[in-house]
């Protein structure tokens, strides 16, 4: 994989951090909550309609960590832009404890929380920031063009 395209794929993989975060929290607007709702519902099996982010608390929580996400792909698009042609090094370590350390946190929460499908689900997430930065040998490949 180039530099260029390892770049290419951490700005998709952002864009869908970004898209993820605002569906999040738009679930903080009850009239926009039902794609949010259905996750929820996905993630804690069967799909039967208990689980809702109907109550303040839950859309609070929803804006806050919509938000979070969000950040996180702004983040390591901006990493991903503007670091990484000039610093691969310094951008694949960023990456990698940023990313990581969310995983870790939120999958071992998810699953201390009954809701190990989460867990799976994250490590999609992972997988999307991972693939491109870990085998990327840092001072061995050009900078982008």
Do not use: C, H, Q
Not at 72 to 92: H, K, Q, S, Y
């Amino acid at each position: 994989m180039t530099l260029e395209s390892r770049i290419r794929t951490l700005k998709i993989a952002s864009d869908i951090t970004i898209g993820f975060g605002l569906l999040l929290a738009a679930a903080a607007i009850p009239a926009l909550n039902g794609p949010a709702g259905f996750l929820l519902d996905l993630i804690y099996l069967p799909v039967n309609g208990a689980e809702t982010v109907d109550m303040p608390a839950a859309r609070i929580l929803n804006a806050i960590t919509g938000g979070l996400m969000t950040g996180l792909g702004i983040i390591t698009f901006l990493i991903a832009n503007e670091l990484m042609p000039r610093d691969p090094a310094l951008a694949r370590r960023l990456i990698l404890f940023g990313i990581g350390g969310w995983y870790v946190v939120d999958s071992s929460m998810s699953i201390a929380a009954g809701a190990p499908l989460n867990a799976l689900f994250n490590t999609g997430f992972l997988l999307l920031f991972y693939v491109p930065v870990w085998s990327l040998e840092p001072g061995r490949e050009a900078s982008a063009a």
